[in-house]
């Protein structure tokens, strides 16, 4: 199949797993498209703006779009017609439902829809449901490939044999590992962090399925107890949320709070452990990015985790503090340092070139 002018949807460009997924496809094989159009759904861009608009073929749409209003509809109708839009990837799982819908109207031949979180993300009421119902069943009709970036989504959303229907894909993400095992530098004399110091860190946006208080939990019991250990935290909206809290405890000197950064690799080399008891999952970047470090990682028992990280890790309830700080608190006495067979199996696993390369082929294939 020809590919002339694709266009992928996204609610926005901030920086997140989504976001930043489709960034690095986009850096690494976006000559073998015409156009490229990134349409944001919220009507807004975002922190990767300027990043997208460094590739050459990339153009950015903003346009607001109310599930309630037709109106967005038939603009965007207007818009594949216009552009000659040959393929629409939307990455919203469920709410590509209108979209895929749309791109029927528009002859649009090759319609994916990538589900990049492994359950709902929205709170549950009767309204809600009834409308994710009705979008998920627009999904599955309109859409021609059904992606997922875990098996625990598909598990989830679709409760149908599909490991035996063609038209469903698993793609794990895809992580260049060379910008992570070459890094050397880390932040310890920045940040006045001794050497000798034990860090955890975390790195993700501030939502309720980071899961940020249980971490904060953990850390004021494990900070007042080890006069050596520290944690750091960075991602969106986390030094804005959550800087008053560590303030008012006093502790502001030995939980140091970030919000996103361009130096992750940084960031991570600086660390001893990665804590990372997320309630909700797609596939976590960040937990692979800490693991393709080679550091040794305390993360929750959910099914995206357990599929990310195997069977020969030891995960933890998400909300149970007294077993999550137990659990950091042994890889503090133990000081194991980075694990060279994690780092191997990582590098295999998320390989960015043969990940990347499932995903083109879908794409571009019929």
Same mark, same amino acid.
């Given at each position: ?19 930043n ?5 986009l850096?690494?094989?976006h ?13 807004s861009g975002?922190?990767l703006e300027?990043?997208?608009l460094?590739i050459p073929n990339?153009e ?10 037709i ?9 594949f017609k216009?552009?000659?839009v040959s393929?629409?990837c ?5 709410f ?7 791109a029927v109207f528009?002859?649009v ?8 979180s ?7 009421s009767f ?6 119902k009705?979008v998920?069943? *627009?999904? &599955?009709?309109?859409?021609?490939? $059904?992606?997922s ?6 598990? !989830? @959303?679709?409760k149908?044999?599909?490991?035996n ?11 260049n590992?060379?910008a992570?095992?070459?890094?050397t ?5 920045e ?14 946006r ?5 899961n940020?208080q249980t971490i ?17 935290f ?6 804005k ?6 303030l ?6 030995r939980? *140091?709070? &970030?919000?996103?950064r361009t130096? $992750? ?5 600086t660390l001893?452990c !990665? @804590?990372f008891?997320?309630t909700?999952e797609?596939q ?10 080679g550091?040794?990682?305390?993360a929750?028992?959910?099914p995206p985790?357990r ?5 020969n890790y030891?995960?933890y309830?998400?909300?149970d503090?007294d ?8 890889e ?5 340092g ?9 590098f ?11 995903f ?7």
């Amino acid at each position: 199949m020809e590919i002339k002018n694709i266009s992928f949807l996204v609610n926005n460009l901030d920086s997140g797993g989504i976001e930043n997924y489709l960034l690095r496809f986009l850096q690494y094989k976006h000559s073998e498209f015409n156009r490229i159009y990134i349409y944001c759904k919220s009507g807004s861009g975002g922190q990767l703006e300027n990043d997208y608009l460094k590739i050459p073929n990339v153009e950015i749409v903003k346009r607001k779009h109310s599930y309630f209003n037709i109106f967005s509809f038939i603009w965007m109708n207007d818009f594949f017609k216009r552009k000659d839009v040959s393929v629409v990837c939307d990455f919203t799982g469920n709410f590509a439902g209108l979209p895929v819908t749309v791109a029927v109207f528009a002859n649009v031949k090759k319609r994916i829809v990538f589900y990049r979180s492994a359950m709902d993300a929205f709170k549950q009421s009767f309204l809600k449901n009834l409308y994710s119902k009705f979008v998920k069943h *627009l999904t &599955f009709k309109f859409s021609t490939t $059904i992606l997922s970036n875990s098996e625990a989504a598909f598990d !989830y @959303f679709y409760k149908i044999d599909w490991r035996n229907n063609k038209r469903f894909k698993v793609i794990h993400n895809g992580i260049n590992a060379d910008a992570f095992i070459q890094t050397t530098e880390n932040l310890r004399a920045e940040l006045k962090i001794p050497n000798d110091a034990f860090v955890i860190g975390h790195t993700g946006r501030y939502n309720q399925a980071k899961n940020h208080q249980t971490i904060l939990n953990v850390a004021f019991r494990l900070v007042r107890k080890y006069p050596d250990i520290y944690f750091l935290f960075c991602g969106n909206g986390v030094k804005k949320s959550l800087s008053d809290l560590v303030l008012s405890e006093g502790l502001d000197g030995r939980i *140091l709070l &970030f919000e996103n950064r361009t130096d $992750i690799p940084v960031f991570l080399n600086t660390l001893d452990c !990665y @804590f990372f008891p997320s309630t909700r999952e797609g596939q976590p970047n960040a937990l692979i990015e800490a693991m393709i470090m080679g550091l040794p990682f305390i993360a929750s028992d959910i099914p995206p985790i357990r599929e990310t990280v195997g069977d020969n890790y030891t995960l933890y309830p998400a909300m149970d503090v007294d077993a999550l700080a137990a659990a950091i608190e042994k890889e503090y006495f133990d000081r194991r340092g980075r694990n060279a067979a994690l780092q191997q199996e990582m590098f295999k696993r998320f390989d960015y070139n043969e990940r990347f390369n499932e995903f083109y082929e879908v794409l571009v294939n019929d």
